[in-house]
């Protein structure tokens, strides 16, 4: 497999995006990715040969918070460490341009993951405001 190489705000376009979300969501990827990471504090791209394989954003409230979003890693590419590559170096990132929080909620069959990442648990709630 080729060597992947992770790029710091890349801003793949949407035909990128839609690929990979295809891959691994099984669901169609943002159809305006520029809005969306116009108010990104960081986001990281991971290439294999020049293809998207993995992603990851930061979106930051401006001050001390940000939150992680997204991460994704193509199901080819999986259980080889880039979802934590990707996830450690956006907070290491976040971290240097100024955020001293950075937030996440998952689905609880990916604790160990985020555990891995560097996360520790705490209580969070999320709210639906649209449906879809
Ligand atoms: C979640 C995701 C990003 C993980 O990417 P990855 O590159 O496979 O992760 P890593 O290789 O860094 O995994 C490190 C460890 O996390 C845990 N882990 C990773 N994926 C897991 C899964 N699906 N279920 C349970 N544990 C998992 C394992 O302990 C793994 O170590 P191991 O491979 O030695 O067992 C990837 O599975 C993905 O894109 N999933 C679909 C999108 C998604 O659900 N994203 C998260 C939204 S909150």
Do not use: K
Not at 44 to 53: E, K, Q, R, T
């Amino acid at each position: 497999m080729a060597e992947t190489e992770i790029r710091v705000d890349p801003f793949p376009d949407a035909a990128a995006l839609d690929r990979l979300w295809r891959a691994a969501w099984q669901a169609e990827g943002p159809a305006d990715p520029q809005a969306i990471l116009s108010r990104s504090l960081v986001h990281l791209g991971a290439y294999a040969d020049d293809v998207l394989v993995g992603f990851v954003n930061v979106a930051w409230d401006g001050g001390v918070h940000a939150f992680l979003l997204d991460p994704t890693v193509h199901p080819d590419h999986r259980r080889t460490g880039l979802g934590t590559r990707l996830v450690r170096r956006a907070a290491e990132l976040a971290a240097e341009r100024g955020a001293s929080w950075l937030h996440v909620d998952f689905e609880p069959h990916l604790a160990a993951f985020y555990h891995g990442c560097g996360f520790r648990p705490t209580e969070a709630g999320l709210m639906r405001l649209q449906p879809g």
